[in-house]
């Protein structure tokens, strides 16, 4: 008595596998569904760590470059009955909101929406006024390997992103005007306000939005210019854990006072996040469907198998080969053509996603760079980030489908009569 998949029935399994097609071996539609399930599983593993890898550098870039939190007063009326909600004690408030746990940085600003001119060319730009040391400890802004220009020397002019640089037409040492309609108040109005600035530092943050109208400034010469002397617009705080900003927000509730408010970068980009979500669980569903059909086609190999080794399987029968062994003799078979073809897969998926970067970069020129459009999509590349988790779940999808399908053409065959198999031959 042996026990289930035995050594006798690996090496039928494998002997069926091997054999030609003129001794009733492999079909045709067997290499086929090997071939399926290999381009089925490599698809959803390279769709999974695209998707993985375009959200991750989508955060990188808000957490890089924005503030996780940003903290505002409510608005009020003035005795003269303007309305506003610029903070007046905000190095208190800043000093209180870097004690709280979790706080790495809180940073006063200034903000406001301008023209940038450099001879003919003209667009508008978000100024941001903040001090040196803040600016600093902007990931994204701050990063030496993809600036250029001297940021220690950012008190002597503006730092612009590479997007303005360029729409500008303007270079380090280059001058820009700033044009404001909210200028110097006279008995006549308010009058526009131009002053040119020395461009010091010219950064690239990796978000073409970004890149394309920021503007930052010295935070007291932004004071002067936008009228908010002793005054700042809001504070840009960073924390440890993005992830984990939600839980940090009673404690800066409370830390800025009364008439606080709180905008988080979740706030900013959760609908867009969610919506990434859906569309990560919608593709994964596609792939599935990709997978089944691959996996389907073992049916056909299996059932055009079965039919060749008819004889064979009534002899064994005869010989007192039980129908379990039967059973698993072709389970086996088909067991293997899908484990093959997902290793196989795993394999192609997992090269295509390690190389993908140079992969993008040869069709981008083969096409003429039109493959991303950063101007579109928002982001500069699209990395591919294997994730453990992903390859798994495509890996026991694909065999988990293979093993059930198998089941049908191999119960088919041990249940098949060793009488009729052999009655005509």
């Given at each position: 008595?042996?026990?289930?998949?035995?050594?006798?029935?690996?090496?039928?399994?494998?002997?069926?596998?091997?054999?030609?097609?003129?001794?009733?071996?492999?079909?045709?539609?067997?290499?086929?569904?090997?071939?399926?399930?290999?381009?089925?599983?490599?698809?959803?593993?390279?769709?999974?760590?695209?998707?993985?890898?375009?959200?991750?550098?989508?955060?990188?870039?808000?957490?890089?470059?924005?503030?996780?939190?940003?903290?505002?007063?409510?608005?009020?009326?003035?005795?003269?009955?303007?309305?506003?909600?610029?903070?007046?004690?905000?190095?208190?408030?800043?000093?209180?909101?870097?004690?709280?746990?979790?706080?790495?940085?809180?940073?006063?600003?200034?903000?406001?929406?301008?023209?940038?001119?450099?001879?003919?060319?003209?667009?508008?730009?978000?100024?941001?006024?903040?001090?040196?040391?803040?600016?600093?400890?902007?990931?994204?802004?701050?990063?030496?390997?993809?600036?250029?220009?001297?940021?220690?020397?950012?008190?002597?002019?503006?730092?612009?992103?590479?997007?303005?640089?360029?729409?500008?037409?303007?270079?380090?040492?280059?001058?820009?005007?700033?044009?404001?309609?909210?200028?110097?108040?006279?008995?006549?109005?308010?009058?526009?306000?131009?002053?040119?600035?020395?461009?010091?530092?010219?950064?690239?943050?990796?978000?073409?939005?970004?890149?394309?109208?920021?503007?930052?400034?010295?935070?007291?010469?932004?004071?002067?210019?936008?009228?908010?002397?002793?005054?700042?617009?809001?504070?840009?705080?960073?924390?440890?854990?993005?992830?984990?900003?939600?839980?940090?927000?009673?404690?800066?509730?409370?830390a800025g006072g009364e008439r606080t408010l709180l905008w988080t970068w979740r706030d900013a980009s959760g609908s867009f996040l969610r919506a990434l979500d859906i569309e990560d669980t919608v593709m994964f569903v596609l792939m599935a469907v990709l997978v089944l059909i691959a996996s389907l086609n073992?049916?056909?190999?299996?059932?055009?198998?079965?039919?060749?080794?008819?004889?064979?399987?009534?002899?064994?029968?005869?010989?007192?080969?039980?129908?379990?062994?039967?059973?698993?003799?072709?389970?086996?078979?088909?067991?293997?053509?899908?484990?093959?073809?997902?290793?196989?897969?795993?394999?192609?998926?997992?090269?295509?996603?390690?190389?993908?970067?140079t992969i993008l970069a040869f069709v981008n020129s083969a096409t003429g760079g039109e493959v991303w459009d950063a101007s579109v999509r928002g982001i500069y590349r699209l990395p591919a980030k294997l994730m453990l988790g992903d390859v798994l779940a495509a890996v026991a999808l694909s065999l988990g489908?293979?093993?059930?399908?198998?089941?049908?053409?191999?119960?088919?065959?041990?249940?098949?009569?060793?009488?009729?198999?052999?009655?005509?031959?």
């Amino acid at each position: 008595m042996t026990g289930p998949f035995a050594r006798f029935e690996w090496l039928i399994a494998w002997r069926y596998l091997r054999a030609r097609r003129t001794e009733g071996g492999v079909s045709v539609m067997t290499w086929i569904s090997l071939i399926g399930i290999m381009l089925a599983v490599a698809a959803l593993i390279i769709t999974m760590a695209v998707r993985a890898g375009f959200r991750a550098e989508f955060v990188d870039t808000i957490l890089g470059a924005n503030a996780h939190v940003t903290l505002y007063n409510s608005s009020i009326v003035t005795e003269t009955g303007q309305i506003t909600r610029v903070i007046d004690d905000y190095a208190e408030k800043a000093e209180a909101v870097r004690a709280v746990p979790g706080v790495v940085r809180a940073a006063p600003l200034v903000k406001g929406q301008v023209m940038a001119n450099n001879q003919s060319y003209n667009i508008g730009v978000q100024v941001f006024g903040i001090a040196l040391e803040d600016l600093k400890g902007i990931p994204r802004i701050a990063d030496a390997n993809t600036g250029q220009g001297d940021i220690a020397r950012f008190d002597e002019g503006i730092a612009l992103g590479a997007g303005v640089a360029t729409d500008l037409g303007v270079g380090i040492g280059g001058r820009i005007r700033l044009i404001s309609p909210n200028g110097v108040r006279t008995a006549m109005g308010t009058s526009p306000r131009v002053k040119a600035y020395e461009v010091v530092y010219i950064f690239s943050a990796g978000r073409y939005d970004i890149d394309h109208t920021r503007v930052y400034m010295p935070f007291a010469e932004a004071q002067s210019y936008f009228n908010r002397e002793g005054l700042a617009d809001e504070l840009e705080i960073m924390v440890e854990n993005p992830e984990l900003v939600d839980e940090l927000n009673a404690d800066l509730m409370k830390a800025g006072g009364e008439r606080t408010l709180l905008w988080t970068w979740r706030d900013a980009s959760g609908s867009f996040l969610r919506a990434l979500d859906i569309e990560d669980t919608v593709m994964f569903v596609l792939m599935a469907v990709l997978v089944l059909i691959a996996s389907l086609n073992i049916i056909s190999g299996l059932v055009m198998l079965v039919k060749n080794k008819g004889r064979d399987i009534g002899i064994l029968r005869t010989m007192g080969l039980t129908e379990g062994s039967v059973l698993r003799v072709f389970f086996i078979c088909g067991a293997l053509v899908g484990l093959i073809g997902t290793l196989l897969g795993v394999v192609l998926g997992c090269l295509f996603a390690v190389y993908f970067d140079t992969i993008l970069a040869f069709v981008n020129s083969a096409t003429g760079g039109e493959v991303w459009d950063a101007s579109v999509r928002g982001i500069y590349r699209l990395p591919a980030k294997l994730m453990l988790g992903d390859v798994l779940a495509a890996v026991a999808l694909s065999l988990g489908l293979s093993f059930v399908i198998t089941l049908f053409p191999a119960r088919r065959a041990a249940r098949m009569n060793p009488v009729e198999a052999l009655r005509y031959e």
